[in-house]
């Protein structure tokens, strides 16, 4: 009888945690973003950024086709790079 108690009672409580315990789920993902070709340099992909993205007539081609905006370009830092990104 007493052995039958503690079953129950086991059983009961694991129903009981089973029922009011929400099952959580984790997900993750971990995204790496190479875009460049395989066959460039670093300094020939740096050279590209430079000349690109920091230079000033790209900044004033981008401000006359967006009128109101208040970016420019000595509001861009030097190119940085953060865990092997450039930025």
Not at 21 to 35: C, D, G, H, T
Not at 82 to 87: E, K, Q, R, Y
Request: aromatic fraction near 10%.
């Amino acid at each position: 009888m007493i052995l039958a108690g503690f079953i129950f009672s086991a059983t009961a409580i694991g129903a009981i945690f089973y029922a009011f315990n929400k099952p959580e789920y984790v997900k993750q993902a971990k995204l790496q973003i190479s875009s460049a070709p395989p066959f460039l340099e670093q300094n020939e992909i740096d050279a590209d950024i430079s000349r690109t993205f920091l230079n000033a007539n790209t900044v004033a081609r981008w401000k006359d086709s967006r009128p109101g905006t208040s970016l420019n370009i000595d509001l861009i830092d030097q190119q940085k790079i953060i865990d092997g990104a450039d930025l």
